[in-house]
């Protein structure tokens, strides 16, 4: 049972470029999330998914957009990458309305 | 969802209870307290959660208040690598959301 896994661990990109980073979950949560973490501060969170085929907006969804693939996966997409989006990524899962569960997290480097 | 307010950093000799107070003077009948952790970067854990009845698990326990404005999470007998940022959280019935703040920072000394 890993929980909650997430990839790439590190990743450096260039202004312009993009990437998908990945998050699956194995607690069969119908919850999915993503936050960023900026140095400093406490997570904020991006987009979430309360089931499978729903996406819904957190506090900072701009230059990002989200999948959820399944129930197990929700990956997130950062189209054209800005040296703003350079932080720590969090993907967490719950059941509703139940605790939250958090992978180890991606850091991204924007140059 | 109500807004808490934590001190920014605390210290605890090893082996003592280690008392974190969080403040959510706001908070509704229906909403949770929530604590989780942070260690060095990783991704936050969580300790334990409380409406109105203190709480009591294997990492910690938690008092709230008997007109639920603040709480306070006990570490019973803090180690080394209890040293995290502690992050109080008040989170609706009705909610998946979690609103964090940037938490106390507790560092344990030997």
């Known amino acids: 049972n890993a929980g909650v896994t997430q990839t790439p661990k590190f990743q450096v990109l260039k202004t312009g470029q993009s990437m998908t980073l990945q998050c699956a979950q194995d607690m069969n949560h119908n919850s999915m999330y993503w936050y960023r973490q900026d140095p400093g501060m406490g997570l904020r969170l991006i987009y979430y998914s309360a089931s499978e085929g729903t996406t819904d907006k957190g506090e900072v969804p701009n230059g990002y957009n989200v999948s959820r693939l399944n129930k197990r996966e929700f990956s997130l997409r950062l189209e054209s990458a800005a040296p703003s989006q350079t932080s720590v990524y969090f993907c967490a899962s719950s059941e509703a309305g139940r605790t939250q569960y958090f992978g180890p997290g991606t850091r991204l480097l924007v140059l | 969802d109500a807004k808490t307010t934590q001190p920014p950093s605390m210290d605890c000799a090893e082996g003592r209870a280690a008392n974190l107070p969080c403040n959510h003077s706001t908070i509704s009948g229906n909403e949770y307290v929530y604590w989780y952790r942070q260690i060095h970067s990783q991704g936050p854990q969580y300790i334990i959660h409380?409406?109105?009845n203190n709480e009591t698990n294997e990492m910690a326990s938690l008092i709230i208040t008997e007109d639920r404005k603040s709480s306070t999470l006990i570490l019973p007998h803090a180690t080394l690598r209890d040293t995290a940022v502690y992050y109080c959280i008040v989170r609706g019935e009705n909610t998946d959301k979690l609103i964090f703040g940037t938490g106390t920072r507790l560092q344990v000394f030997p």
């Open positions: 409380g409406l109105k």
